[in-house]
């Protein structure tokens, strides 16, 4: 599998290199990247054979990333996502005319995160979450707890997410056997890359039989038994009953691949937001003041006694928090965005260039160069909690080369392909810390060093650290 690549560099240069499946190419890819801006003078021109005779363009200079994003028609996303999705998930391609309309509804379905369905969700997301943190957490006498920052704030995080948007069991409560699931998806994620990449499954050990386990999580008999379901899932489960040719088992592969969109990304995402903010004492003390600013604005002392509710408003009105979770995205979002020509055409870039491009290249865009690149931030490696926010309000000037950036925090993708979930995802990492900081005294330990980002998964999301954090904390009594 060898891909010929063609950069687009500000001063005009490109290069061609060869591929490697999997991780080593984007190591090769960025590595180069930040090599080639440091000499971005010369003109680098290094060529290579692409046997399939598919170019991949990668447009690395930010001011035209809007050019590239506003040609929905000619460049098409979901013609990749249904040749990769659909492997790696276990169903079959959505495309095409074996299930005609489905792939509209789908998308339709996708409106459900957002708008007005995001209060519901909001309200059920706060009660899971003091569900699991009362049950778990805060049942002690009060004195220190040990762990590891990851597996918290991912073992938290994994089953609110899962009640919020399954439902919960017949009965009520908590499902059974949540940390047995929570470790299938962690065995499967871990082979992600890999099956993205399109590695046949069966290389890949025990891979396929985790996912069948988890697969059938989700077959239908059993889901029809939750209650509180959100009707984002509801209403899939019925488009999916009008697709005669659709097998249970299929159904339940869609399912589970809502499972990964909704937490694959988030447990990383909460992991930096929670550890950047614990490594600078003096910004979770700004950030927990600020909450407790808007808990007293709308009349509520707090009492850790006692459950606290934060409204969808509430939420909304803490920018200190959310700079801080934009400004961990920043650093820890390292997603490509990839486009199919849909025809052949001159894909114009400014004034001056356009690039030629032919039916079935693939164009890509990839935000981690923007977000590291020290001219749009200083000191862009440094976690900075109120990068995004200026007089008290949300910044949004950032340029390079003098030039206001219209793009320039891009962890959710882009146009025809922004996540759908971008705002639910934001709203309960917010709710999660919110509970942290009012509920708990916390410290890293002593002794260790930032943790750096696994870059197995460059290219396709939240990076995951490269190993755990240890930290402890308190119950707080006031
Ligand atoms: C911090 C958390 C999250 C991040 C960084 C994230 C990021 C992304 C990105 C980059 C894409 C586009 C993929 C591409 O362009 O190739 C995407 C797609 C998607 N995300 Fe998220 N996501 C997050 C959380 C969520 C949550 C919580 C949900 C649902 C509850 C969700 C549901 C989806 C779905 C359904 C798609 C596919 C959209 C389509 O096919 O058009 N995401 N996400
Ligand atoms: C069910 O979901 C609604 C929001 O859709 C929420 O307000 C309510 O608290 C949830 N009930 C339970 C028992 O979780
Ligand atoms: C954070 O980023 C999102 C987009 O990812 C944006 O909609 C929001 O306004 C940003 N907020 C702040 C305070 O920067």
């Not at 209060?119 to 590891?148: A, Y």
């Not at 079935?360 to 900075?384: C, K, M, N, W």
Request: hydrophobic share 40%.
């Amino acid at each position: 599998m060898f891909i010929r690549l063609h950069l687009i560099w500000s001063p005009g240069c490109s290069t061609v290199l060869v591929l490697e499946p999997v991780a080593a190419w984007k190591e090769r890819l960025v590595g180069d990247a930040v090599r080639r801006r440091q000499e971005s003078q010369v003109d680098l021109r290094c060529s290579s054979v692409c046997s399939s005779g598919k170019y991949m363009t990668f447009i690395m200079d930010p001011l035209l990333y809007p050019s590239v994003i506003k040609q929905g028609r000619q460049l098409d996303f979901h013609e990749f996502t249904d040749k990769v999705a659909p492997r790696t998930f276990g169903y079959p391609p959505v495309l095409g005319s074996t299930f005609p309309g489905l792939w509209e509804q789908v998308k339709r379905s996708f409106q459900l995160l957002q708008g007005d369905h995001l209060l519901p969700l909001t309200e059920s997301m706060m009660g899971n979450l003091m569900l699991v943190f009362r049950q778990d957490q805060l049942d002690g006498d009060g004195g220190w707890r040990r762990g590891g920052l990851y597996d918290f704030c991912s073992s938290v995080m994994f089953e609110a997410t899962f009640l919020t948007i399954y439902g919960k069991p017949a009965g009520g409560g908590r499902h059974r056997g949540m940390d047995a699931l929570r470790k299938d998806f962690n065995k499967f994620d871990d082979m992600f890359p890999f099956l993205i990449a399109q590695i046949p499954i069966w290389l890949l050990g025990r891979t396929k039989a985790v996912r069948q386990k988890l697969i059938s999580y989700f077959l239908p008999q059993q889901m029809r038994q939750w209650s509180n379901t959100s009707q984002f899932i509801r209403r899939r489960a019925e488009l999916f009953e009008q697709h005669d040719q659709l097998k249970d088992a299929d159904k339940a592969a869609h399912h589970f691949a809502i499972l990964w969109a909704s937490v694959g990304n988030t447990l990383p995402a909460t992991f930096w937001a929670t550890y950047f903010l614990l490594s600078q004492p003096e910004a979770l003390e700004a950030v927990r003041q600020e909450v407790l600013d808007v808990l007293r604005d709308g009349g509520v002392d707090f009492n850790p006694g006692r459950d606290v509710i934060l409204s969808k408003e509430q939420l909304d009105r803490l920018i200190f928090l959310e700079s801080a979770i934009n400004e961990s995205l920043r650093l820890s979002s390292a997603s490509m965005n990839i486009r199919v020509a849909q025809e052949d055409f001159a894909l114009r870039l400014d004034n001056e260039r356009s690039v030629g491009v032919r039916k079935g290249d693939v164009i890509a865009l990839y935000p981690q160069s923007l977000h590291l690149d020290p001219d749009i931030y200083e000191d862009p490696q440094t976690f900075r909690f109120d990068r995004f926010v200026q007089d008290g309000r949300e910044k949004t000037d950032f340029s390079k080369d003098g030039q206001k950036l219209r793009y320039y925090l891009m962890p959710f993708g882009s146009g025809s392909s922004m996540c759908p979930g971008r705002y639910f995802a934001v709203n309960e990492i917010k709710q999660f810390i919110c509970l942290l900081l009012l509920y708990f005294h916390l410290q890293l330990e002593d002794g260790q060093n930032r943790p750096g980002p696994d870059s197995s998964r460059a290219g396709l999301g939240i990076l995951l650290p490269s190993s755990d954090v240890r930290f402890r904390y308190r119950q707080r009594t006031v």
